[in-house]
């Protein structure tokens, strides 16, 4: 008979493979059998703190019987988005700077933030475009009327 798992030839009436400890049994196993622990080389059921086999002496793996739980996932914000958006009412410029580098943050974290980047980036340059408009209504005429009228060529006086 051969093991299922690793394909290791095994003697036809083993419980387990002695190469991975596989269970030819799986269906009549209680509870119990479930959580004890075999020797990978002998097949033996052992202590399972064990690092050395006390059957056959050979040094265990334990991360074949006890792999590691997966770390969980801790579920990260985009700041520099968010960041963006907030900045992007209040100064415009370093709103677009936060919300451009969020944005690029957001395509390494899985699309994390990005709606917030997109919504900085728009808002800032709207923003940016309607001062600088106002910028040009209002700043440069007054310049004009009131100091160095001959610098702009403005002929109001």
């Given amino acids: 008979m051969f093991c299922p798992q690793c394909g290791n030839k095994t003697d036809d009436n083993a419980r387990f493979c002695i190469r991975c400890g596989h269970s030819f049994e799986t269906a009549r196993e209680t509870p119990a059998e479930k959580t004890k622990k075999y020797c990978t080389h002998c097949g033996n059921e052992i202590d399972k703190n064990a690092v050395v086999c006390p059957h056959?002496?050979?040094?265990?793996?334990?991360?074949?019987?006890?792999?590691?739980?997966p770390a969980p996932q801790q579920?990260?914000?985009?700041?520099?988005?968010?960041?963006?958006?907030?900045f992007s009412f209040l100064m415009p410029v370093v709103?677009?700077?936060?919300?451009?580098?969020?944005?690029?943050?957001?395509?390494?974290?899985?699309?994390?933030?990005?709606?917030?980047a997109l919504a900085g980036v728009i808002v800032?340059?709207?923003?940016?475009?309607?001062?600088?408009?106002?910028?040009?209504?209002?700043l440069i005429p007054v310049s004009c009327g009131l100091a160095m009228p001959y610098l702009y060529g403005c002929s109001y006086m």
């Fill in 56 to 69: 056959c002496g050979e040094v265990l793996r334990p991360e074949v019987f006890n792999p590691p739980a």
């Fill in 75 to 86: 579920e990260t914000s985009n700041v520099l988005a968010i960041l963006g958006l907030i």
């Fill in 95 to 116: 709103g677009l700077i936060c919300s451009i580098i969020g944005l690029n943050q957001a395509k390494k974290m899985n699309g994390n933030g990005h709606s917030l």
């Fill in 124 to 138: 800032s340059a709207v923003l940016l475009a309607l001062w600088l408009i106002l910028f040009m209504i209002f």
